[in-house]
């Protein structure tokens, strides 16, 4: 880890914490104790309003704050990649969003890693989901924040259709599949249903209720279960 690196770790750790002993940093960084002293010193003299002394332990003093922008190489890498998948396998809002991200963060880094921007070689293949699944996939945001009752058709693979009203709650990306995770009225049970295969869909006038046993994280647990 460079220097650097540690010592804004250094005061993320002591933003989270009351007080915390040199051991306790050494041991989370992976250094020695009397680098920590020495990183302390540093930041202390560099303005950092940390209380403390060695022994007993150090607090950052309340209402410090850092720069909001403040990512390691991999972050960048992370984020660039993430925002790449974004723009490829998600509705064009999302990807929107995700391409003025970076465009933000760009703005506020340092020269020496706005390069990185760039120079990320991991790559989302450069494809875009259906016009159709991207519409169903915005409408259903929608629906799943504002708990709104949905209601379409959906064809399974044999080609069998019906016609499903469902309570949305969440949205499941599979590498090349998104699938809305639901409960639905008709089966009395949670379904996934593929947005490829989803027709006609509209949100109801009507939210549904939060009920133990139909919520996303019943349906994480039962999938859970399935495994």
Known sequence: MRRADRLFQIIQFLRTRRVTTARRLAEELEVS??????????????????DGEAG??????????LPPLMFTEAEITAMTLGARIVDSWADPELARAANSVLS????VLPDGLKQRLDQTRLFSPLTRIPAETAACMAQLRAAIDTRRRVRFRYSRADG???????????????GSVWTLGAWCELRSAFRNFRL???RELSLCEDTF?????????DLINKERDCQ
């Open 196 to 198: 490829d295969r989803v």
């Open 160 to 174: 069998v259709t019906s016609r499903r009203h469902v309570w949305p709650l969440g949205l499941f990306f599979w």
């Open 56 to 65: 007993i332990g150090y607090a950052l003093r309340r209402g410090f704050d």
């Open 33 to 50: 104790e009397r680098t920590i002293y020495r990183d302390i010193r540093d930041l202390m003299a560099s303005g950092v309003p940390i």
């Open 209 to 217: 209720p939060h009920m133990a046993g139909r919520t996303l994280q």
């Open 104 to 107: 933000k963060i760009e703005t």
